[in-house]
């Protein structure tokens, strides 16, 4: 994304924003559609952005030493952007000092700010300079996993009186969705499509197997107890990782899953067979994308890879809808190279104030520890 910074000083003295700061859930919630409909058809496409997401972290994930803050742009009566953050602070010297950001986990990562397309000049540097008004002792705010197409990036680049730390962080799959499912299909390896009809003949021979995908008013968090009883089936319940594992994560897939069916984000991707669910994605629907977020099947029908034909369902269905651009997981397994998925950079920011001698102490201690570990 290229930024024409004469552009840039036309459209700022035309436009008049209003930034409101919202610290509790009664604030945040007479927004919740409207910033929905912001991450809804934003450039990057983001779920984790949207308020469905970002309310159900700060419910059940802040630590002791963190409290939220979520920065609102108007433009006359309509929302045009929204920064979330969390400032985590403790004492550095004697001084209460704070880094401004989301910890890095899978459930909050690639939370981005969101802004009206065609205005992300505007609404984001006065999104970053508000925060950085609100919190004059933070030594850096940070960005956990954004894509390459994130407006925040370009933006950053080329913001003023900033210092800006790009860093590669790692890569996410997706499948480009076109209209010719056969075409795709055709393009996959002869020995994996001949797997995967095999997988199709087993299924098939089991009792009453169905592929369902329920989304709209029909998508509710009432699903997400198939999703839990076929990850505790799966490795996931081997290594530690299924949701059944981990209360905290069962809450916030609670409440993550009620704000995204109220939203009209949530789809469910089930396929029984036997009369009972034998794999279960959770996806998400924007705009031009599917997010496919958690997958899950019972071990115990491997032999008809399960979790294989519900993501083949999933592509043919995307390639049938005129609305779909591209099914993205945002992870990258080895697995993903079977169905030839392409890859998409996510970078880790830092951006640090230059009016603000705590942010730029924050660079000047990142930059020492960066040169420290070259040296050790």
């Not at 209003?18 to 496409?45: M, Y």
């Not at 609305?323 to 998409?344: G, L």
């Not at 102490?361 to 520890?369: D, K, T, V």
């Amino acid at each position: 994304m290229l930024l024409d910074r004469n552009l840039f000083a036309k459209e700022q003295k035309q436009i008049k924003l209003q930034i409101k700061v919202a610290r509790n859930f009664a604030e945040l919630e007479p927004h919740a559609d409207s910033w929905n409909r912001l991450a809804f058809g934003s450039l990057q496409q983001l779920p984790m952005s949207s308020h469905a997401w970002v309310s159900s972290y700060f419910e059940h994930y802040l630590a002791q030493n963190e409290s939220w803050v979520c920065l609102l742009a108007f433009q006359d009566s309509e929302l045009v952007g929204v920064m979330p953050s969390v400032a985590k602070t403790w004492n550095l010297l004697g001084l209460k000092v704070s880094v401004l950001g989301l910890r890095q986990s899978s459930q909050s990562c690639s939370v981005d700010i969101l802004a009206k397309p065609g205005l992300e000049n505007i609404v984001i540097p006065a999104l970053v300079e508000k925060m950085v008004e609100l919190y004059p002792r933070q030594i850096g705010i940070v960005f956990d996993r954004l894509p390459e197409n994130s407006p925040t990036i370009a933006v950053f680049e080329e913001l003023a009186n900033f210092t800006l730390i790009k860093e590669f962080d790692s890569v996410g799959a997706y499948i480009p969705i076109g209209n010719d499912f056969a075409k795709y299909r055709s393009n996959l390896s002869g020995n994996f499509r001949s797997n995967l009809n095999k997988a199709n003949k087993k299924l098939h021979a089991l009792e009453n197997a169905n592929i369902n995908f329920i989304n709209g008013k029909e998508a509710t968090a009432e699903y997400l107890t198939q999703l839990v009883e076929v990850e505790a089936k799966s490795w996931k319940e081997d290594v530690g990782t299924a949701i059944i594992n981990c209360p905290q994560a069962l809450a916030f897939y609670r409440s993550l899953c009620q704000r995204l069916s109220s939203a009209g984000f949530l789809e469910w991707q089930i396929l029984t067979a036997e009369g009972k669910a034998i794999a279960v994605n959770l996806a998400v629907r924007l705009e031009r994308l599917v997010l496919i977020w958690k997958l899950g099947y019972d071990a115990s029908y491997s032999k008809c890879s399960p979790g294989s034909l519900l993501l083949e369902e999933a592509v043919k269905l995307a390639c049938e809808s005129p609305d779909i651009d591209e099914i993205n997981f945002m992870t990258d397994h080895s697995w993903y190279d079977n169905w030839k998925m392409e890859k998409r950079q996510y970078y880790y920011l830092r951006l640090y104030s230059h009016k603000s001698p705590f942010s730029m102490l924050g660079y000047m201690i990142w930059n020492l520890r960066r040169k420290l570990r070259k040296i050790f």
